[in-house]
């Protein structure tokens, strides 16, 4: 009867799981769609130049980068959305922390940051050509712009949320206010402004591709718009597949770093 429950611990709610188990399961994931994908490809069920087969975009891999410099293209891509992203999260979580902590500038910020979230990021590129240029910059602005305005609203829920009676107990104490901030407020919403920044760091890798496809002459964007205009469809699939890859190996170190941070936070 223990060894049944054991088994079937797995489907309770929340109920955690065995590392080896997680990471079969993992892997599976990604066997199935690999074979999905095979038998769609060498089957012959869809045509090559729509979903070219996984040895045909190894190829062109190879191609990209012994013919094209291809890791070039990669460093652009990188440096403009960690740069982009950076930049945001520092100047996002300040602001965030202030309007989450304070009614004034709350009811001054939020309406106007919340009515400018809304408009999409894509439509003020050819503004941001129009002031900044065609280079670097216009594409880091694009990335902050991006990821700055959900980082401030988000970050100030986390704040709000801290427990009146933590703050109560502090003033107790006899903290100021300025000390209630630093000492409490600040370090009980940490942990969730980390987990914030790891959950917009996805957006950002989907916005630095809008932000190289128009007026880019390097980055993976400009790959893959490249090879859309000469039809090599493979080559569009492996510059997707590589923002996928940097994308989840970003969000995995960031994982480890707030893990190894807070501690504390994640006993399970």
Do not use: C
């Not at 012994?66 to 460093?75: G, M, N, Y």
């Not at 202030?98 to 408009?119: C, D, H, N, Q």
């Not at 510059?239 to 994640?266: C, E, H, Q, S």
């Amino acid at each position: 009867m223990r060894r049944k429950s054991k088994r079937r611990r797995w489907l309770e709610p929340q109920s955690s799981i065995s590392p080896r188990l997680y990471l079969a399961l993992t892997l599976s994931s990604f066997a199935l769609l690999l074979a999905v994908w095979s038998l769609l490809t060498y089957g012959g069920i869809v045509d090559k130049l729509f979903l070219p087969s996984p040895s045909k975009i190894v190829e062109s891999g190879i191609t990209l980068f012994t013919e094209f410099d291809f890791i070039q293209d990669i460093l652009a891509t990188v440096y403009r959305v960690l740069v982009g992203f950076v930049l945001a999260f520092l100047a996002g979580s300040a602001l965030g922390v202030l309007i989450g902590t304070y009614k004034a500038l709350e009811a001054f910020f939020e309406p106007m940051i919340s009515f400018v979230r809304y408009m999409p990021v894509s439509a003020f590129i050819p503004l941001f050509i129009l002031w900044i240029g065609v280079g670097d910059v216009e594409k880091i602005s694009v990335i902050f712009f991006g990821s700055l305005f959900s980082i401030v609203l988000m970050t100030a829920v986390e704040v709000g949320g801290v427990r009146r009676e933590l703050l109560e107990a502090s003033y107790t104490l006899g903290s100021s206010p300025l000390g209630v901030l630093r000492s409490v407020i600040l370090p009980a919403s940490l942990p969730g402004m980390m987990e914030i920044a790891r959950l917009v760091l996805g957006w950002a890798w989907t916005y630095i591709i809008v932000a190289e496809l128009v007026a880019a002459s390097t980055g993976i964007g400009h790959v893959i718009i490249e090879s859309q205009r000469m039809l090599r469809t493979s080559n569009i699939i492996y510059g997707i597949l590589t923002i996928g890859v940097l994308g989840l190996i970003t969000d995995l170190i960031l994982k480890r770093a707030i893990r190894g941070m807070f501690p504390w936070n994640y006993g399970r």
